[in-house]
């Protein structure tokens, strides 16, 4: 796909997202505000899942890092007497550049590793980060920051509820880390990152520097879940360690592979389902005649399980995850519909048509 | 004639085990150089070291006179040494187009690489009817065509071949054996070829090499070495 269209399907996509808060009421809106801000995550793991082939377990680690980069560079900001705009953007920035750093770290140690050898490195960052977090008095422990109120600016008080701003913003931020990962995923470092994941030998005979590739997958991963802390982080006005545990890092993961590996498209059907799946479990349960102590336990723990059962039945029936599966039922239509048009008539070929493609081996079989 | 590619004195081995033991010689700019010999004399070791995937415990790589002690693989590459290993390397996952671009994306000129692409074409022309096809559905032709595509897209002054000929048809051989004459007769590319092929290896080489284990037994012009009857029985087995 070319950049210019890649830009505006960007803005395409987000122009109705926004379209699309005017019919929700405000709860929705602060869902689909969660929603933008996991997607941000979601992305950011599936390129580099999918395209460098690098496993994390630590996505939620640098999600938090992402968000209290946000919380105390808004807060500095505040005490500074910046706000409105300029401040969000520069938190925003900010968080971006410290999940950077910290995924830089990580990319440089994670090139030398591979398989579970990675996976447990990023496994004790996502164990380490919060328990610093908590004990960093500066970062007021297990409390964590809590953002001064921020409400809706000025002109549009009257006109929006403050979860639709919310997801406005949200939105936003996500459409910039999406047509980023989309424009790197289309592009020169793209080819790169598929190179690598699939042969680093000849990725490296083919002039490509595989560790540079792999660090370049975290950074870029990194910086797009520090953008997703930093919404979520506006969105909920506060960070704390207890919010980015190894379960979220594990449901970011999951999310991932159920929406489908190195999809975007994936990223945001599994980031739907990391919102929508525990209050639709919590919506069903709470309809069931259940003592109240049993549907409080089992409403934290049984979306976890239905995540778990979903991985295992897609694993089996669609191993493309629900983006592949997508394809997959296009692909099958487009071929019925091509079994099914009428034959062509006699009409003599038009000299600009293309020729037909060819189906056949070419017989250079050794 | 400058030798484009200078070995000296290699020493390289597998956990103390030598494979290769002492090895030097030259290849000459323009030439095509088949380096001969039978199962484990070295040849793959070789190449791999020459082109940097193995890092030798004693000798020197000299590329045009530069030292590549220091230069890894993919700056080898950069300097115009690229490696077509055994077993073709190709990206099974990437269509044959990507797998070309990866050849030259280094290149900073966009237009460039398009040339390069579309001299690749007219070279191996069974490619162009794949562009849009996977690595892994090619045949064995045309992925050993692609592998050599792509490392020519680099537009390489040294091309190491690592058993271009393993596992397919005579006819598609001799079709890539005559390809590598005609570049390198009309580029002036230089062409270490390695095989086990020696007969095809030696009908389209100026000079070859014979390497039993790990040592250079034998460096004569490619028809007097498959003419020594001696030599061909001891080493060759032909």
Known sequence: MSARRTLLLGLGGLILAIGLTFLLDPYRNYQLALVAAYLCATAGLTVLVGLSGQLSLGHAALMAAGGYGFALTSQALTSAGVGGLPRFLAATVAAAVVAGVLGLLLGLAGARLHGPYLAGLTLTLVVAVPAVAASVGALQGDRGVQMQFEGVPGPLRALIALEQWQAWVALAVAAVAVTGLALVRDGRTGLRMRAVRDDEVAAALAGIAPARVKVLAFVVSSVTAGLGGAVLTFVTQSVSPGAYTVSLSLLLLVAVVVGGLGSLLGAALGAVLLVLLPWLVGTVTDMLPLPSQVTQRIDGTLPLLVFGLLLIVLVACAPGGLAGALTAARARRRARRRLTAPAPTTAPPSPTAPAPRESARTPTEG | ?238
């Open chain 2, 1 to 238: 004639m400058s030798a484009a590619l200078s070995v000296r004195e290699l020493v390289v081995g597998y956990g103390g085990a030598p494979v290769l033991r002492g090895v030097s010689f030259d290849v000459d700019e323009g030439t095509v150089v088949a380096l001969v010999g039978g199962n484990g004399a070295g040849k793959t070791t070789l190449l791999r070291t020459v082109s940097g995937l193995l890092t030798p415990s004693a000798g020197s790589v000299h590329l045009d006179g530069e030292d590549l002690a220091r230069v890894g693989v993919e700056d080898r590459v950069r300097r115009g040494l690229a490696q077509v290993p055994e077993g073709r390397g190709v990206i099974t996952e990437l269509t044959v187009e990507e797998n070309l671009r990866l050849g030259g994306l280094w290149r900073r000129d966009p237009a460039d690489l398009r040339a390069a692409l579309a001299e690749m074409y007219a070279l191996f022309e069974p490619l162009e009817r794949r562009r849009t096809t996977l690595g892994h559905q090619l045949s064995g032709g045309e992925r050993q065509m692609l592998a050599i595509a792509r490392a020519l897209v680099a537009r390489p002054r040294v091309l190491l071949l690592d058993e271009p000929s393993l596992g397919l048809a005579p006819l598609v051989v001799a079709q890539i054996m005559r390809v590598l004459r005609e570049l390198c007769d009309r580029t002036g590319l230089t062409v270490l070829l390695a095989e086990q092929n020696v007969a095809g290896a030696l009908s389209v080489a100026d000079h070859g090499l014979v390497l039993a284990l790990g040592e250079v037994v034998a460096s004569r012009p490619a028809a007097e070495l498959a003419g020594d009857e001696a030599l061909r029985h001891a080493y060759l087995g032909f």
